[in-house]
């Protein structure tokens, strides 16, 4: 029996022992290819030599320094990289060691920067329904996933949830996108209307929905319209792109895609490729001078930030990625994973959505395409894919509907921004299989 306390305390998990390309072996030597970079975090796949060598030289000079004596080269380097990449004014970097405590430190920054600011009364955070931003309390209560917080609710702080731009689900059958983005703008507008805009703090949501949908994508317009809502009521705009930020979407940040500049920006996952546990907070420029010319401290810490052997990791994975012109790879076998899920699954009864961007595409099952219903979450058809899936040799990340009665399961695919036709092709082969083997066990 393991001592381990794994997330299920019933199953039983495959032992990973070695990384080869896009494959992951087991210890009995079985080979899985990762269509979801576990949960889009392996971007580079499992045995890239010059991340692996960039960690072993810096564990060579120093393995680790605590921020509150030292920075380091790495730490510099690779805030220097970023801010030359981001949005705006996003030019100062907070590096922490996930998705979550990136969310976290984007809560507590907007905090901070309105008490400096002498606008204290601002604590209302408006967020969508159907998010996901973390596990953390904080980062838990932020986002509006009823099967991850329902549990821990009288914990968690009260939070504005609002209609997610989930087109498939929420966009009206004669609405164009135009009108249907206009709709979500009114309804954050009567949001803040009804706190006062004196008292919104932040807006946060993901430019591409990761965990909780499967890779949706906002219709165009929409993240312009919250910008300027946001501006207008000097609320800030926290985009966490956490899941589909560094390259995942074709991008190094979605929310250039999207045209817009927000004020916090969180990042992980992709930006470590999972060779280092490793994420980070960009802040723009308004709020770091408050805050400099105020307390000139951030009031928050924790012992791992800019580790010096994670912010190494993460400078190889992301010069690897620019000097491979790995994006341009992102962008082409994104199409051709889109067209052939499309092509496979296009006519398939219970797949109601295909859709996506970049290397992050999700697929979602209905019980009946028509009337989109999905189907019983009793039956736990997103676990019975996984399930069937790692049968085939196949990861993808599987999810179950967010408990709100409207949307079912879904399947998020994400694999390694190094992959060629021939896995596209592997990958929805497999996926194929596994996705008829789970529905006839239904
Ligand atoms: N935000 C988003 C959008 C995520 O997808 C996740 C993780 N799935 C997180 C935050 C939390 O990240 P972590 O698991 O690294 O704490």
Not at 401 to 418: M, V
Not at 426 to 436: F, G, Q, R
Request: aromatic content about 6%.
């Amino acid at each position: 029996m393991s001592h381990v306390l794994h997330r299920s305390l019933v199953q039983n998990y495959p032992t990973a022992v070695k990384g080869d390309g896009v494959y992951i072996l087991d210890a009995n030597n079985k080979r899985y290819i990762d269509a979801c970079g576990g949960a889009a975090v392996s971007c580079l796949g499992h045995s890239d030599t010059e991340v692996i060598e960039a960690i072993k030289a810096q564990i060579d000079q120093i393995a680790y320094a605590h921020s509150s004596f030292f920075t380091t080269e790495p730490m510099e380097t690779l805030a220097d990289f970023l801010a030359a990449r981001a949005p705006g004014t996003l030019n100062s970097v907070y590096f922490v060691s996930g998705g979550s405590e990136a969310v976290e430190s984007a809560l507590k920054l907007a905090r901070q920067y309105y008490v400096e600011k002498g606008e204290p009364q601002r604590k209302h955070i408006i967020a969508r329904r159907q998010s996901y931003h973390g596990n953390t309390l904080g980062a838990l209560a932020t986002g509006g996933n009823q099967w991850r917080r329902q549990q821990f609710e009288p914990l968690l702080i009260n939070i504005h949830h609002l209609s997610p731009c989930y087109a498939y689900r929420e966009q009206l059958a004669d609405e164009s996108d135009t009108a249907f983005a206009a709709r979500l703008a009114d309804e954050l507008e009567q949001k803040i209307a009804e706190l006062g805009a004196e008292n919104v703090m932040a807006f946060i949501a993901e430019p591409v929905v990761g965990a909780t949908m499967g890779a949706v994508p906002a219709v165009a317009d929409y993240f312009k319209r919250m910008r300027d809502i946001c501006s207008r009521h000097g609320i800030l705009l926290i985009a966490d792109e956490v899941m589909c930020g560094m390259g995942r979407t074709g991008a190094l940040f979605a929310s250039a895609q999207e045209g817009i500049e927000p004020d916090l920006i969180c990042i992980a996952k992709g930006l470590g490729g999972g060779y280092q546990p490793i994420g980070a907070t960009l802040v723009s420029d308004e709020i770091i001078q408050t805050l400099r010319q105020g307390s000139g401290f951030f009031q928050h810490g924790h012992t791992y930030i800019g580790h010096a052997t994670a912010c190494a990791a993460a400078l190889a994975v992301q010069k690897r990625i620019e000097s491979g012109q790995l994006l341009d790879n992102v962008v082409r076998m994104g199409e051709l994973l889109q067209q052939t899920l499309v092509d496979q699954f296009g006519d398939h009864p219970h797949i109601g959505d295909i859709r996506g961007r970049g290397l992050f595409r999700g697929i979602e099952l209905v019980k009946d395409r028509d009337s989109k219903t999905p189907f019983d979450s009793g039956l736990k058809l997103h676990a019975k894919i996984k399930a069937a899936a790692m049968q085939q040799g196949l990861m993808c990340y599987p999810m179950g509907g967010t408990l709100n009665g409207k949307d079912g399961d879904h399947i998020l695919l994400a694999p390694p921004f190094i992959i060629t036709e021939a896995h596209v092709d592997e990958i929805v082969t497999k996926l194929n299989l596994a996705i008829n083997q789970a529905l006839n066990a239904l």
